[in-house]
């Protein structure tokens, strides 16, 4: 297995494949004044294994698009969905964020948890846009500095990792500028970090390399993971996970 492989192998026993939580969404959906009883259509993008799809399938009315460019992460989403029931209001779809087969204006909602830095907040904003009805709501969860000072090797770190990260106010300001109107912010608690995402990663470590017979590669993604987290535990106070809710603007 490659690189590539070997993370969709670690990551696809897991409920989810970022930090975020079941009552965060649901907060997202009380902040952006969703209602829950309307008939919407919404793109989730960059689903995973549907953490959010499923949160949002079952709060509302909703026919949701679940959208990712990885079939296993979707396969997985399909049997949860049909676990809980839900599954006749999610239809996966695989397809490349960066390329997206959709009609213009044909969201309600397009909801992108934990994603859109892989093509970067600001295209993704843009290039995302015209796929919202007039008025539509954008949910975009979004690495944010969470000071406006920071220690140099931080900086450094991100530098390299996601230059684009930045604090709200200048995130606010890209929304904004791309013709949407804030309607509401707010951080991810440690434990979407802590309990909802790295420790049960911790916890599948053991079976991943026990699967990947102890390969280099394995161990290799495994170091990194810890790697990862322990940067997050040291650093915290600097950064994390916003959560922006934006109106489409006709301007
Ligand atoms: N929203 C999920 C997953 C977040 S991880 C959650 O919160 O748990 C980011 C997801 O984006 C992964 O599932 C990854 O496969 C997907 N992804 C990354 N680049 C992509 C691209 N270019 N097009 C579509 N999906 C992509």
């Known amino acids: 297995m490659d690189e590539f492989?070997?993370?969709?192998?670690?990551?696809?026993?897991?409920?989810?494949?970022?930090?975020?939580?079941?009552?965060?969404?649901?907060?997202?959906?009380?902040?952006?004044?969703?209602?829950?009883?309307?008939?919407?259509?919404?793109?989730?993008?960059?689903?995973?294994?549907?953490?959010?799809?499923?949160?949002?399938?079952?709060?509302?009315?909703?026919?949701?698009?679940?959208?990712?460019?990885?079939?296993?992460?979707?396969?997985?989403?399909?049997?949860?969905?049909?676990?809980?029931?839900?599954?006749?209001?999610?239809?996966?779809?695989?397809?490349?964020?960066?390329?997206?087969?959709?009609?213009?204006?044909?969201?309600?909602v397009i909801w992108s948890e934990g994603a859109i830095y892989n093509i970067g907040f600001e295209k993704g904003v843009v290039d995302w846009r015209r796929y919202l009805k007039p008025d539509g709501l954008l949910v975009v969860s979004e690495i944010t500095w969470l000071t406006k000072t920071r220690p140099p090797e931080l900086n450094a770190y991100w530098d390299v990792a996601y230059p684009e990260i930045d604090t709200a106010s200048a995130k606010i300001k890209v929304l904004e500028d791309r013709g949407y109107t804030p309607v509401g912010y707010f951080v991810l608690p440690e434990y979407c970090w802590l309990d909802n995402y790295y420790m049960p990663m911790l916890r599948r470590l053991d079976e991943f390399l026990a699967r990947n017979g102890n390969s280099e590669e394995a161990r290799a993604i495994v170091q990194a993971e810890h790697d990862e987290i322990e940067l997050y535990e040291k650093y915290k106070a600097y950064f994390g996970y916003g959560v922006y809710v934006a109106r489409k603007s006709d301007v």
């Open 5 to 108: 492989e070997l993370l969709l192998d670690l990551h696809k026993g897991a409920g989810r494949q970022g930090p975020g939580g079941d009552s965060e969404t649901e907060k997202a959906i009380e902040l952006a004044g969703i209602d829950r009883n309307s008939p919407l259509k919404i793109a989730d993008i960059g689903c995973g294994t549907g953490a959010s799809t499923l949160t949002l399938a079952r709060l509302l009315d909703a026919k949701i698009t679940a959208v990712d460019f990885v079939q296993d992460f979707l396969d997985v989403l399909a049997t949860r969905a049909e676990s809980n029931g839900v599954d006749d209001k999610v239809t996966q779809l695989c397809a490349s964020m960066e390329q997206l087969p959709f009609e213009n204006e044909e969201f309600d």
